[in-house]
């Protein structure tokens, strides 16, 4: 897993449209998924990645830059969507994996108290 992951990280930052940026956010959170053919070593994904980085980042990006689907939600929104589901994948780790997900250099906590504190229903859900 670690090694996919690593691979579509490396796309992620080759100056991808934000519509190939969500479809690759989206992979790495089904890779992740409970449930996938092979149990996720949630240690490793961690350790062998930079994703905790690629999740700060996703969550600082304003909402108002990158373009909108065709329902108007812009794609940066929705891939803070799904950064935040990527956490809750890598929540099934052990304690060491909660750790460095809520790491205060990743400013996880803050990211999701904006997102908690807004009046954005979608984000809140």
Known sequence: DSHKI?????????NQLPIQQLALLTKIRQILAIGDTCKTDYKA????T?????ISTVFSLRDDVGGADANGNSYHRLMKLEAG???TNLGFGDSQVHEEIFNDKYGVINHINLILSSTDVMMIE
């Open 85 to 87: 589901w990527i956490i």
């Open 50 to 54: 930079n994703i905790m980085q690629t």
């Open 45 to 48: 994904v961690m350790a062998e």
């Open 6 to 14: 690593n691979l579509i990280l490396n796309k992620l930052t080759q």
